[in-house]
């Protein structure tokens, strides 16, 4: 199975700061990347698809690149509504694999 | 309005069996795969099962296969997933979800668009 490794695993910011969470697939999975955004009892939400394509509705502040291995998710300038956990999830090859994770705390 | 609810969860003991159902509503759900993601309490998220369109493919997660199977029926918009042999490591909040499929420039991609609100499966004695 393919391994996706996110980092960090958590992070403390403050309202306003650039944030910028990397994924690392353990092979090649061309740019078959989806974010995801989950808050406290809540189901995830969608951000970005194809590693770079932002999904209808969601703020310009996030924002994904990446293709092969190393994929980033960045958030230019964080709001109050941004402090979450936020997943990386391969969909290249079976069986699709999420990341770990990583908490978006404030500071 | 796309709508997802999840139910039959609950409490059961390790060996036993329990089926999920997911109801859809507000898209043609006999267009779309569907897919089961679960998370352990107070962790990640890990992709279970999904389901082609028409059901002629499936695909499974390895630390469910042979045990859980994935089935539809889009007469009446459900999805459902029968679990059994249960352990304690499958205790979790089950999501179904979307799995929109679409292609762009040759490549094809998977995209879980709409999610459900969960239902809680407990493995204990």
Redesign the interface.
């Known amino acids: 199975?393919i391994q996706m490794t996110q980092s960090p695993s958590s992070l403390s910011a403050s309202v306003g700061d650039r944030v910028t969470i990397t994924c690392r697939a353990s092979q090649g999975i061309?740019?078959?990347l989806?974010w995801?955004q989950?808050k406290p009892g809540?189901?995830?939400?969608?951000l970005i698809?194809?590693a770079s394509s932002l999904?209808s509705g969601v703020p310009s502040r996030f924002s994904g690149s990446g293709s092969g291995t190393d994929f980033t998710l960045t958030i230019s300038s964080l709001q109050p509504e941004d402090f979450a956990t936020y997943?990386c999830?391969q969909?290249y090859d079976?069986?699709?694999?999420?990341?770990?994770?990583t908490k978006v705390e404030i500071k | 309005e796309v709508q997802l609810v999840e139910s039959g969860g609950g409490l059961v003991q390790p060996g036993g069996s329990l089926r999920l159902s997911c109801a859809a509503s507000g898209f043609t759900f006999g267009r779309y795969w569907m897919?089961w993601?679960r998370q352990a309490p107070g962790k990640?998220?890990?992709?279970v099962a999904?389901i082609k369109e028409d059901g002629s493919e499936e695909?499974?997660?390895?630390s469910v296969k042979g045990r859980f199977t994935i089935s539809r029926d889009d007469a009446k918009k459900s999805l459902f997933l029968q679990m059994k042999s249960l352990r304690a490591e499958d205790t979790a909040v089950y999501?179904c979800a979307r799995d929109l499929r679409y292609c762009?420039g040759g490549?094809c991609?998977?995209?879980?668009?709409y999610?459900?609100?969960?239902t809680l499966v407990t493995v204990s004695s």
Request: glycine share 12%; aromatic share 22%; net charge negative.
């Open positions: 199975a061309r740019n078959n989806t995801y989950q809540k189901a995830p939400k969608l698809y194809a999904q997943y999830l969909e079976y069986p699709l694999t999420f990341g770990g994770g | 897919s993601v990640g998220l890990e992709w999904n695909h499974y997660v390895d999501y762009s490549d991609y998977s995209v879980f668009d999610w459900g609100q969960g």
